[in-house]
């Protein structure tokens, strides 16, 4: 059974880069044929998606945050990562890791890490 | 303001049948067959229940079912148990953005 786990600082400055990791148990990111994708929740607002990364090492990004974020995996440590750049507060949320669909990087997730809580302030 | 537009809230009594909406425009939800739901309990991980509309994964309820009319899809949860009391939040690919989600609906059983 496929489990992920978000870890990384849960405190950034404005302007300075928002990096996380998702490790990955139970099952490979380059060989299994899936997607894997990040999404954040503000405080009170809904889900979003941030990008997927594909088992060939292709990425896919919401456009409106296509400008600052990076996802990039290290597969011998069978982890996936967020960057985000230039973060503001507008960024804090908890940041979800979760596993997509083996035909796209814009459909369902699951399952789902935990999730981290992600705070950008001086 | 999220791109799909979902109740807020939404009630029910045990035993009953609720529907919670997911309302999109013809370049989500009317427009393509990839619309998912997920259940999640307060600080837990979200949980996918419902994918391309209709289908559910490999043991979820048979309680929890899909469905699409034009550019409104609905998630249906009957026999409601007090452990389904949770938010739900619906998602769609989308021509624009590419994948949008819902502001997320809190059931409550009363």
């Known amino acids: 059974q496929v489990q992920l786990q978000e870890s990384g600082p849960g405190l950034v400055k404005p302007s300075e880069t928002l990096s996380l990791t998702c490790t990955v148990s139970?099952?490979?990111?380059?060989?299994?044929?899936?997607?894997w994708g990040w999404i954040r929740q503000p405080p009170g607002k809904g889900l979003e998606w941030i990008g997927s990364l594909s088992y060939s090492g292709n990425t896919y990004y919401n456009p409106s945050l296509k400008s600052r974020v990076t996802i990039s995996r290290d597969t011998s440590r069978n982890q996936f990562s967020l960057r985000l750049i230039s973060v503001t507060a507008a960024d804090t949320a908890i940041y979800y890791c979760?596993?997509?669909?083996?035909?796209?990087?814009?459909?369902?997730?699951?399952?789902w890490g935990q999730g981290t809580l992600v705070t950008v302030s001086s | 303001q999220s791109a799909l537009t979902q109740p807020a809230s939404v009630s029910g009594s045990p035993g009953q049948s609720i529907t919670i909406s997911c309302t999109g425009t013809t370049r989500d939800v009317g427009g393509y067959n990839y619309v998912s739901w997920y259940q999640r309990h307060p600080g837990k991980a979200p949980r996918l229940i419902i994918y391309d509309v209709t289908n559910r994964p490999s043991g979820v309820s048979s309680r929890f079912s899909g469905s699409k009319s034009g550019n409104t899809a609905s998630l249906t949860i009957s026999g409601l148990q007090a452990e389904d009391e949770a938010d739900y939040y619906c998602?769609?690919?989308?021509?624009?953005?590419?994948?949008?989600f819902g502001g997320g609906t809190k059931v409550t059983v009363l």
């Open positions: 139970g099952g490979s990111i380059s060989s299994s044929i899936y997607y």
């Open positions: 979760a596993r997509g669909p083996q035909d796209s990087p814009y459909n369902w997730f699951g399952p």
């Open positions: 998602s769609s690919f989308t021509s624009i953005t590419t994948l949008v």
